[in-house]
């Protein structure tokens, strides 16, 4: 017969990590009636606290639309809405964003593209030419792309916190994976035993031994937050960086990216790149009123990271989020939990299964 362990408290799951993948991961498993703890260190410059929160359908130079943006957007959309609708405050800001054109060249590329059926439900308008304007260089016109807009991050966290640490299910401080043991039907971490562990830890997550076999590809983010008196915009600003309109007069800029100095500090090159693009949008004066930096989780095939360890059914991961979190978490929170419960495959795109020749090679 086994023996009860004595103080110790049984879960479906341990969680480590609540940034966005890990909170939308406990979210799902909330609504779902499984029973969780999660660790979380909250760390102010962790890519969910800085990130500006867009979710856009249309991405890239070449205006790709986002990958499985059809799948991805409708379980968002709904996910963050329920999540207003819960805590009684607006997170999901709806937006129309207006990717201006910056050369002749690419308002020929869109116009090739524009006669697609698949576009229309994300394409409000083209604009060859929009009206000279006071505020923004637009004479070459733009997109005006509709059902995306940004998800305000850091009060989504702070509300799912809040929550969370009140029913006793949050443990603030860092989790010490050494401390971990692996038991035959699950792991036992201190006085918690769950079935399963998911590590969702973000760009820490290149360093957890479960999983460092993984082709992390992270880098760098930094993004500002700006002021620009007397101007009021109605629309995310989108040429070779983003303008989000965050209210009287305040917007976030972003984002640089860069592979080679991956750390955690902001520079002045990153400021000044950010404000040269800034001057080629908006016309008028800036105070940059504040500048962070955050570590993307990406991947070298660009796909999130979703699946179980390859010996250890016990051990899980969900990460490798890169730029698009917003869009693509909550639809796959979703799937793995019901993959989990053997009630759907993962997608080969996101499964870690695609890398176990990865894994086998590091032993
Ligand atoms: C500048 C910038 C701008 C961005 N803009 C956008 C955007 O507009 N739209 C978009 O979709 N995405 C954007 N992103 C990407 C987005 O931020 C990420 O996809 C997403 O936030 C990743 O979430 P995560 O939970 O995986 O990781 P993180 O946000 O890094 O969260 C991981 C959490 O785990 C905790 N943790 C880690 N290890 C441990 C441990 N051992 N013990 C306890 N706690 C631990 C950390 O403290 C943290 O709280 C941006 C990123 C950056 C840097």
């Known amino acids: 017969m086994a023996q009860a362990v004595p103080y110790s408290m049984i879960y479906d799951y341990l969680v480590v990590g609540h940034g966005l993948a890990g909170a939308i991961l406990a979210s799902k498993l909330e609504m779902s009636g499984k029973t969780f703890r999660v660790f979380d260190v909250a760390k102010a410059n962790a890519a969910s606290r800085v990130a500006a929160g867009l979710i856009n359908p249309v991405a890239g130079k070449r205006f790709a639309k986002s990958w499985r943006v059809d799948e991805f957007l409708p379980a968002a959309a709904a996910f963050y809405q329920t999540m207003e609708a819960h805590y009684q405050t607006p997170f999901f800001h709806q937006k129309p964003i207006l990717k201006l054109f910056s050369t002749p060249e690419e308002q020929n590329n869109w116009m090739g593209k524009s006669t697609d059926a698949s576009w229309q439900d994300y394409i409000e308008t083209t604009h060859l030419q929009l009206p000279p304007s006071e505020d923004i260089y637009q004479e070459l016109g733009g997109l005006l792309i509709q059902k995306g807009g940004y998800v305000a991050l850091k009060d989504f966290l702070k509300c799912r916190e809040q929550e969370l640490f009140s029913k006793g299910l949050l443990q603030t401080e860092a989790f010490d994976v050494n401390q971990l043991e692996l038991l035959p039907d699950g792991v036992r971490y201190g006085e ?40 009021e915009a109605s629309y995310i600003y989108n040429k070779a960086v983003y303008v989000v309109p965050l209210g009287q007069n305040h917007y976030r800029v972003g984002a640089t990216y860069n592979w080679r100095e991956v750390n955690e500090e902001t520079t002045p090159q990153a400021r000044e790149e950010l404000t040269a693009k800034l001057q080629d949008i908006v016309r008028k004066p800036v105070q940059v009123t504040a500048q962070y ?24 991961i969900f990460n490798g989020m890169g730029s698009k979190g917003v869009l693509m978490a909550p639809l796959l929170a979703e799937q793995f939990l019901a993959a989990l419960e053997g009630k759907t495959a993962l997608w080969p795109e996101v499964n870690i299964a695609r890398y176990f020749s990865l894994y086998l090679a590091s032993r």
């Not at 590590?199 to 997550?205: D, L, N, P």
């Not at 290149?206 to 880098?219: I, K, T």
């Not at 930096?293 to 899980?316: F, S, W």
């Open 192 to 231: 918690s035993e769950a079935k399963k562990i998911i590590f969702c830890e973000g760009a820490a997550g290149a360093e957890n031994p479960y999983f460092h076999w993984l082709p992390f590809s992270l880098n760098k983010g930094e993004i500002l937050d700006i002021k620009v008196p007397n101007f």
């Open 293 to 316: 930096v955050g570590i993307r989780p990406a991947v070298r095939d660009r796909k999130p990271l979703v699946g179980l360890h390859p010996e250890l059914p016990q051990v899980a």
